[in-house]
């Protein structure tokens, strides 16, 4: 099994930049596609983005494409979601997600269902 743990969530202001990352441990974390998620209240959990156990497939939302950048770093665990230009609809709170399966698209990465571990979650606040 492997342990995820979400940091790097904050209050900024529209147009401003937010960086999240993703610590994991226990099971091998280079063997995961890992996934960030977001779910505001009310709301269904949304897909954000996703990336191989290689770093070289990514995938995002349509909500955030040119604006956020995925990536990770498997000598340290981590996984990285770097948010630019902010706006008020990113308010949410994020969520780093480890997926087993081995064959990866954009259907498979953006369902939770595909999902075994999930982080605790980190609250990302974007004021108007």
């Known amino acids: 099994q492997v342990q995820l743990v979400e940091s790097g969530g904050g209050l900024v202001q529209a147009g401003g930049s937010l960086s999240l990352s993703c610590a994991a441990s226990g099971r091998t974390f280079s063997s995961y596609t890992m996934g960030w998620f977001r779910q505001a209240p009310g709301k269904e959990r949304e897909f954000v983005a996703a990336?191989?156990?290689?770093?070289?497939?990514?995938y995002y939302g349509d909500s955030v494409k040119g604006r956020f950048t995925i990536s990770r770093d498997n000598a340290k665990n981590t996984v990285y979601l770097q948010m630019n230009s902010l706006k008020p609809e990113d308010t949410a709170a994020y969520y780093c997600?480890?997926?087993?399966?081995?064959?990866?698209?954009?259907?498979?990465?953006?369902?939770?269902?595909?999902?075994?571990?999930w982080g605790q979650g980190t609250q990302v606040t974007v004021s108007s």
């Open positions: 990336i191989s156990w290689s770093g070289s497939s990514t």
């Open positions: 997600a480890a997926q087993y399966k081995r064959i990866h698209n954009i259907v498979v990465v953006s369902r939770t269902v595909e999902y075994n571990d």
